[in-house]
Each structure stands twice: as structure tokens, then as C-alpha cells.
Nanobody, 123 residues
Framework: EVQLQASGGGLVQAGGSLRLSCAAS????????IGWFRQAPGKEREGVSC????????YYADSVKGRLTISSDNAKNTVYLQMNSLKPEDTAVYYC????????????????WGQGTLVTVSS
């Protein structure tokens, strides 16, 4: 079965840290780019970060540069999103998604989506 499972969300105070994980199985991980998207209450879903598994090239949205770091452990078929200096505006459901056309914020170009994990940042 193809699975893409996001985990690691939780409650954290502003300025704190969390590490999200996206564990993939059932497809050729090294041929895909893995992206993180988020959807905050009352807002549209937006791309946050992405990593291309083949060469580890990365992308970050301007709003998270310097605070979030994406990485890939190809041996474990897992992508991580280290989240530091969290702000209340980071509160959202975070989703991971996989696509074969490189890193892109176009949701329709992603083949697989995981269930989201909720990040709540309190002030």
C-alpha cells in the first residue's frame, strides 16, 4: 500500500520547537520530491517547504526561511521539518505530499498526500 504519514505535531508556546516527520512507503521514494503544505484557520493551503529526494535540493517559503529546516533520510524514506522559533501564525494543519516533477507549490502535481498533523502555537 502507498502510505504517506505526517506526524510530530502538537502544542507549543511561541518561540518553541517541533520536528515534523513524513514517513513514506509503497513507492520509489528517491524519485520523488516531498513537500510540506499547511492550512491555517480561515486561510488557503500554502506551500511551506520541499526537498527533492534525489539530490536534496530544497525550497522554503519566505515566511519560514531561517526558522524551518527540511531534511531527508533516504534510508528511512522519511522527510523531516525542523521547526524553530515558532510563531502563533504558524498554527495550522501541516500536510506532506509527494510528486515526481520536482518541488512545486501546485497541489495538482502531487501524486500522494498524507493526513495532516496539527501544529498549535500559543502566545
Amino acid at each position: 500500500e502507498v502510505q504517506l504519514q505526517a506526524s510530530g505535531g502538537g502544542l507549543v508556546q511561541a518561540g518553541g520547537s517541533l520536528r515534523l516527520s513524513c514517513a513514506a512507503s509503497g513507492f520509489m521514494f528517491d524519485n520523488y520530491a516531498i513537500g510540506w503544505f499547511r492550512q491555517a484557520p480561515g486561510k488557503e493551503r500554502e506551500g511551506v517547504s520541499c526537498i527533492r529526494s534525489s539530490d536534496h535540493t530544497t525550497y522554503y517559503a519566505d515566511s519560514v526561511k531561517g526558522r524551518l529546516t527540511i531534511s531527508s533520510d533516504n534510508a528511512k524514506n522519511t522527510v523531516y521539518l525542523q521547526m524553530n522559533s515558532l510563531k502563533p501564525e504558524d498554527t495550522a494543519v501541516y500536510y506532506c505530499a509527494a510528486g515526481t516533477l520536482g518541488c512545486t507549490a501546485i497541489e495538482e502535481l502531487h501524486d500522494y498526500w498524507g493526513q495532516g498533523t496539527l501544529v498549535t502555537v500559543s502566545s
